[in-house]
């Protein structure tokens, strides 16, 4: 019997980058997968893709910075046993002599209130299970802060970490764990926001997504009694330490 067999993992931002991969180890590990985000295509490509592997995938179109609607997503999947709150953005003009009030509120709206929206709204059949798992995707910005990633993108993945301390610390009598990974540069479409965009040689360096599907896959699959607060994940070449070329 897989290890996952019998939960069920809903992933925001599912249909690509990070949230994808998840997706994708989760339902080799034999969950049953719900994966969400704000377009239906890309969701539906990964639930098939799933599917036709002999796994079992939902789709859910939502836009997690909207409350009522995360709320009554959870009413349409279930209980949930594990989170992966993957859904997240930046904007190209990210500079605080640059981002706009709209932009500003846009990362926050998403990168921030959508974390918290999906964690609040899981957490009550969490506690009535005794048992539950969020995986919480910050940064290695949200650790050190970086004038590359920009004040907005900072302070929401920062954010993010103490948002899962409070769970653990709330709730770790519940049986409920959370886990906040923070991860260095990983080749997803979000690098296509920045104001300059990587080579494709320094791209060849980074993470990929898969290493994440397999973090993820590691948090999820350990005991209930075992929980990791945090998870600080580099690549070996990292240019938080190397230098940017583009900075």
């Known amino acids: ?28 590990a034999g969950a049953d997968i719900v994966v969400s985000g704000r377009r239906s295509e890309p969701l539906e490509t990964i639930a098939e893709e799933i599917r036709s592997s002999g796994g079992k995938a939902r789709t859910l179109v939502l836009d997690v910075s909207d409350a ?32 706009s009030d709209e932009d500003w509120s846009y990362v926050v709206d998403i990168n921030l209130n959508g974390v918290f929206h999906t964690a609040r ?27 590359l990633t ?22 770790g ?17 979000i690098l296509k926001s920045r104001p300059v965009p990587p ?11 898969e290493d994440l599907g397999a973090t993820i896959r590691f948090l999820a699959e350990l005991p209930s009694r075992a929980c990791i607060n945090e998870l600080l994940i580099s690549p070996t070449w990292n240019r938080f330490y190397q230098g940017f070329d583009e900075a």
Do not use: C, F
Not at 124 to 147: E, F, H, N, T, V
């Open 1 to 28: 019997m897989a290890q996952l067999d019998g939960k069920t993992a809903w992933i925001t931002g599912g249909g690509s980058g990070i949230g994808a991969a998840a997706a994708r180890s989760l339902a080799e």
């Open 68 to 99: 009522v609607a995360v709320r009554n997503a959870v009413d349409a999947i279930g209980p949930v046993d594990i989170l992966v709150a993957s859904a997240g953005l930046n904007v190209p003009g990210r500079a605080m002599d640059r981002i």
């Open 173 to 189: 009598a519940h049986g409920i764990r959370s886990t906040v990974v923070m991860p260095g540069e990983v080749v997803t479409d």
């Open 121 to 147: 709204a899981v957490l009550p059949g969490m506690r009535q299970k005794g048992d539950g798992l969020l995986i919480l995707i910050s940064s290695w910005a949200g650790r050190y802060a970086s004038r």
């Open 150 to 171: 920009g004040a907005a993108y900072n302070a929401t993945k920062r954010a993010v970490i103490a948002l899962s301390e409070s769970i653990n610390e709330e709730e």
């Open 199 to 209: 080579s494709a040689e320094e791209q060849a360096r980074m993470l990929k997504a």
